[in-house]
């Protein structure tokens, strides 16, 4: 379906009082309604929903696309309540919350990054001033922090070089042979990274991530949502993809990217993201057993998930609905052709 801006600035205006849908259990499985419309906003999670509409509220007011997924990953990176995004997040071993974003720009292929930054309030902000004002795409630890106090964004206290070193002092006090090494705590229990994916109304596309990776992990992990094309992947002329899950296992395989190459042979965006993880499967020693999820949405305003097991649910936002849906999951019982509309 195809609106002119005047439409969509007029139709955005009644975004309050659109129909809010799904969440948690009641999410829909099949639904794709709003499949072609522009603009669109998909999302990891029930949480995405929110800045979904964020998102969206930013693109009717006047802003860009950009703006739209930046502050719509604000909307989670600012939530108290989520553990896995932001300073709100789950520390690694250290006791540091340590932060990994990154933003593409379809038209020009631009991205940039930011990995294992501190104290910084919007990640995603690093990673797109990153893109727009730096020759370069990815900046991490202490240097992305300095980096993006000169840049003037918000930052908070943190006491982290003393807390490493205290942590990596202590792990080299135990006696290796005889304690059990501390280990990262299962990311099952405590993984929701947010993934955006926007097609703007004139066919652009843009997308952030955003997260504070693997509670418990050894300080100084980087897991996939930094990294152009594991975490997210946006190629203009085709479409987007992002994950969530467990870094590892999407990082090795450069999901992101894979799952826009299968949209690019022809794959509905449902199924380019099931045949990822089939592919994955079938490489990996853990078969199926891998905890990992993706989105992805076309150039033509398709969209669609999967993830391992049960699957997981996502949002979707356009001018006409905002909902929450669930991917079809994939196990070693289910490895044929996820089924569904692929028009
Ligand atoms: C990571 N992929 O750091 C992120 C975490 C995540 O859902 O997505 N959790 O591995």
Redesign the pocket.
């Known amino acids: 379906m195809f609106i002119s801006r005047r439409q969509f600035v007029l139709s955005a205006a009644a975004i309050g009082a659109m129909p809010s849908l799904g969440s948690g259990a009641g999410a829909e499985t099949t639904a794709r309604t709003v499949s072609g419309e522009k603009p669109v906003f998909v999302s990891?999670?029930p949480f995405g929903k929110a800045a979904n509409e964020k998102a969206l509220q930013v693109l009717a007011d006047g802003g860009s696309l950009l703006d739209a997924v930046e502050q719509g990953i604000w909307v989670t990176e600012s939530d108290a309540e989520n553990r896995?995004v932001g300073l709100s997040g789950f520390p690694d071993a250290a006791g540091v919350v340590q932060l990994?974003a990154c933003i593409m720009f379809g038209p020009g292929h631009k991205a940039g990054s930011v990995a294992a930054v501190e104290g910084i309030r919007h990640p995603i902000s690093v990673a797109r001033r990153v893109m727009e004002k730096t020759p370069h795409v990815m900046l991490a630890g202490d240097g992305a922090r300095q980096f993006a106090i000169e840049e003037g964004l918000e930052s908070v206290e943190i006491n982290s070089r003393e807390m490493h070193q205290s942590w990596w002092k202590k792990r080299a006090e135990k006696n290796r042979e005889t304690e059990e090494p501390q280990r990262p705590k299962d990311?099952r229990e405590?993984?929701?990274?947010i993934?955006l994916l926007a097609l703007g109304l004139d066919g652009s596309l843009a997308g952030g991530c955003s997260?504070?990776?693997?509670g418990g992990?050894i300080p100084g992990?980087?897991?996939?949502?930094p990294i152009i094309g594991s975490?997210l992947y946006v190629d203009n002329e085709i479409g987007a993809a992002g994950?969530?899950?467990?870094?590892?296992n999407?990082?090795r395989y450069c999901g992101s990217f894979l799952v826009v190459e299968y949209m690019r042979q022809g794959l509905h965006p449902e199924e380019a993201c099931a045949e990822t993880i089939r592919r994955i499967a079938r490489l990996d020693p853990k078969g199926f057993d891998l905890?990992?999820?993706f989105i992805a949405l076309d150039k033509q305003g398709r969209f669609g998930a999967a993830g391992t097991g049960q699957g997981f649910e996502f949002s979707v936002t356009s001018t006409t609905t905002s909902r929450v849906l669930r991917s079809p999951g994939l196990s070693d019982t289910s490895v044929g052709p996820v089924g569904g509309n692929t028009k």
Request: proline share 0%.
């Open positions: 990891t999670w896995s990994d990311i405590n993984h929701d990274t993934a997260t504070s990776g693997w992990k992990r980087v897991g996939d949502s975490g994950a969530t899950g467990l870094g590892e999407v990082m905890s990992i999820n």
